[in-house]
């Protein structure tokens, strides 16, 4: 009985927590990594740019709570989505226009792409906080659980509850309906082939006719809509603030460079990887191990680093891949 | 000649500001104006003379600033004898973990019983930490937490916290620069950044060593307190008629200048001499074509990490001086758009390679990030006007004036990028 309580209280709050935010992660890495793959170079945009996707749902999401429509007990926010995601991929192509446009022509060094990232990444930060500030908004509604700590407790009769919130079964879906519509636009379409074959060799894809504007506007579109749906279910599950989806950049970056910078599998696996790592190492064992080995009393909480070291984590695993495995878990391009 | 005249604008602005506004506030500006001057100097060595991309300047100005308190401020008895010494042997304890770690790692043949052993140091040398750690830590911070709860500083005048914030950064940087260097340009960028939010993250959760958000306040300062000028007969004299408490203020500020100048005036010359110099023209050299440099017998990596220490100690010296400036630590309000990328902003906008450049860019870029703010509401009233007053829209757009600088840092970037990528005083 008692191993089946540590193992409850293990996927509550170690495995679903861990999953859900691997799958934000993931989302968001893939966006860094196809943006990699097709303009070669580091989006340091990207945090904000999900920022700015989430701001554009929440503010409609607001806007259909005043006029009364609902999705019942799922967030309105879901409805609200596509309002961001084309806002988002309009203002992404406009900054390619006005902006990179001029240093892709010029063929200018990546590092140069990089710096005029940052500049982007100031006008979004500035945009976000002149529209919705910098204070931290929740905007889920409907139900909150699909299970509840009691309702579990009392179903199965163990002490240990499991609580299974709607916006943790949303991210989970929406991951990988998301992700499935990715491979499958990859993989089966012309044009996703044509992406596929300019990021492995963009010479020879542009002696076989591919027209290299279309598919970065692609590429920008694909990124704009991986930003706001990781945004917004980043958002949805925790709660929106500007600077932390600014941070959320780290990890992000760790993840899409452990899985291998360019490779969406790779992205995928960077996200859980750092997900799984934060939440183990920052995770508080006492509850486990009260079930597992009554016996022994520690004084301590046993958590092996502060919540507020998360970060260390992304860094410690990013610096030991680039070390041992410089190209990634998923040979992504050569360091 | 351009050097000379946009000096001579960035001047008209700052007394422009003194004119208009007031003398103090100019003074406040142009004392951070020199601080930032001296980042921008650290991080333009690194980027303009060996084109290394370091997004964790944040984090070396912060650790200058815990040097300031660790120099600066008086031991505090109660908690070394707490637990002082036991946190150092625990400190000790770490780092010989890391390095058995490594040497079990580079010394010992390939294959699974060197991965094994070197996991298991690593693992059992973590527990061992952690448990002459986590009880010192605890006793130290239990030692009147309200005022101290920390080990405090060595007690020395802190002035000499400056070279001491400068060798602080230098050795961090030199652990980062092994690890990191040597990495494409774009992931030294994300490890550099990384590491600025740890180091952000150990001075907000290490209440023993710098009180951690709590702040380390009332730092000693190198210059007279206002409240005492006041009261000097001699001061009081030689003020003539002037109001004493503004007149005190301007003379406790024109101090601070005067000692920032003194540093400027050095960082800037020891960096004009050694870009003039053959090791200034063999770091332009390794940047414009590192491969014809190594071919030269040149050793880039050594070079690169030469650099990335100096550059980042300058960031410290310049943290530690703002530290002082300000007279206390506050780790909460330590921002990477703020302590990083603006600096980079300077460095960009006033021509990277270019000592003279940075250091305009510094002044420059300083002035507008703290004078956008009242000509953002300026323009904002215009743009909303159309809007009724008590209109909600109107009112949380006037509120979030402040952020207009954000936007305004990004569009200068990008104009000065696209229309004079060199900057305003290109590199000759």
């Known amino acids: 009985m008692d191993l089946v309580n540590a193992l409850v209280a293990l996927t509550n709050f170690v495995l679903i927590p861990g999953a859900a935010y691997g799958a934000q992660l993931a989302l968001g890495a893939l966006g860094v990594t196809l943006i990699y793959g097709i303009l070669r170079f580091s989006n340091f945009a990207h945090g904000d740019t999900m920022a700015f996707g989430t701001m554009v749902t929440i503010g409609v999401t607001w806007w259909l709570q005043s006029v009364g429509v609902s999705l019942g007990p799922l967030p309105t926010a879901l409805l609200a989505m596509p309002v961001g995601i084309v806002a988002t991929v309009l203002l992404l192509l406009a900054t390619d226009r006005v902006v990179y446009r001029f240093y892709r022509k010029q063929r200018a060094a990546p590092v140069i792409l990089v710096i005029v990232s940052i500049g982007v990444m100031f006008i979004l930060n500035g945009v976000v906080r002149i529209f919705i500030g910098t204070d931290n908004q929740v905007f889920a509604d409907g139900a909150r659980f ?177 070390i041992f495995r410089p190209t990634g878990l998923f040979r992504g391009k050569s360091a | 000649m351009r050097a000379g005249l946009l000096f001579a604008l960035v001047a008209l602005l700052y007394i422009a500001t003194g004119v208009l506004q007031s003398w103090s506030l100019a003074l406040t500006i142009f004392n951070m104006g020199l601080v930032s001057a001296i980042m921008a100097l650290g991080v333009n060595i690194q980027w303009g003379y060996a084109g290394l991309f370091n997004v964790g300047v944040m984090g070396f100005v912060a650790l200058g600033g815990l040097g300031a308190v660790l120099v600066g401020m008086p031991p505090v008895p109660d908690a070394w004898s707490a637990g002082g010494v036991r946190i150092l042997a625990a400190l000790a304890v770490g780092a010989a973990v890391l390095v058995a770690a490594v040497l079990a790692w580079t010394r010992m043949s390939r294959g699974w019983v060197r991965t094994l052993v070197t996991l298991a140091i690593l693992v059992v040398g973590f527990y061992v930490y952690r448990a002459i750690f986590d009880p010192a830590r605890d006793a130290i911070e239990a030692v009147n937490p309200a005022a101290t709860g920390y080990l405090g500083g060595l007690g020395l005048p802190i002035l000499l916290a400056w070279p001491v914030g400068a060798l602080i950064a230098a050795g961090a940087a030199w652990l980062i620069g092994k690890t990191a260097l040597g990495l494409r340009s774009d992931y030294l960028a994300i490890a550099t950044l990384g590491i600025a939010e740890i180091i952000i993250a150990v001075l907000k959760n290490e209440d023993w060593l710098a009180r951690g958000v709590k702040n380390v306040s009332g730092l000693p300062r190198p210059v007279p307190f206002e409240v005492d000028l006041q009261q000097d007969p001699d001061f009081l004299a030689r003020i003539g008629s002037l109001d004493p408490v503004t007149a005190s203020s301007i003379a406790v500020k024109l101090a601070y200048t005067a000692l920032f100048l003194v540093v400027l005036a050095l960082v800037l010359w020891l960096s004009q001499a050694a870009l003039a110099s053959p090791w200034g023209r063999m770091m332009r050299a390794i940047r414009d074509n590192e491969t014809a440099a190594e071919a030269m017998g040149k050793n880039v990596v050594r070079r690169h990490l030469q650099v990335f220490v100096i550059g980042s100690a300058i960031c410290g010296l310049a943290g530690a001086m703002m530290t002082t400036l300000d007279g206390q630590l506050t780790p909460g309000t330590y921002q990477p758009l703020r302590y990083t990328f603006l600096i980079w902003v300077m460095v960009i906008v006033g021509g990277s390679g270019n000592n003279w450049g940075a250091v305009l860019g510094g002044f420059l870029v300083w002035w507008l990030w703290t004078q956008v703010e009242p000509m953002g509401a300026f323009m904002m009233s215009v743009l909303t006007s159309p809007l009724p007053e008590t209109s909600p829209l109107r009112l949380h757009l006037m509120d979030s004036v402040q952020y207009t600088r954000v936007l305004l840092m990004g569009v200068v970037l990008l104009l000065v990028l696209r229309f004079s990528p060199r900057g305003l005083v290109p590199e000759k």
């Open chain 1, 146 to 322: 699909v299970i509840s700590a009691r309702d579990f407790r009392d179903a199965t009769g163990l002490e240990e509850g499991l609580a299974l919130r709607v916006s943790q079964v949303i991210t989970l879906v929406t991951a990988i309906v998301t992700v499935a519509a990715l491979f499958w636009f990859l993989t089966k379409t012309r044009t996703g082939t044509s992406m596929r074959a300019y990021s492995d060799n963009e010479d020879l894809a542009l002696l076989s006719g591919i027209s290299p504007e279309r598919v970065v506007i692609i590429a920008w579109a694909l990124a704009g809509t991986l930003a706001t749906i990781a945004g917004v279910l980043y958002g949805l599950d925790k709660s929106f603030m500007p600077f932390t989806y600014f941070q959320l950049l780290l990890p992000i970056f760790a993840a899409a460079i452990v899985g291998g910078l360019g490779s969406p599998i790779g992205a995928i696996a960077g996200g859980f990887v750092i997900a799984f790592s934060e939440v183990t190492l920052t995770y508080a064992w006492l509850k486990v191990q009260e079930y597992l080995l009554p016996s022994w009393q520690p004084d301590g909480l046993l958590q092996l680093l502060a919540t507020e070291y998360k970060f260390a984590v992304s860094f410690a695993i990013l610096v030991t891949v680039l």
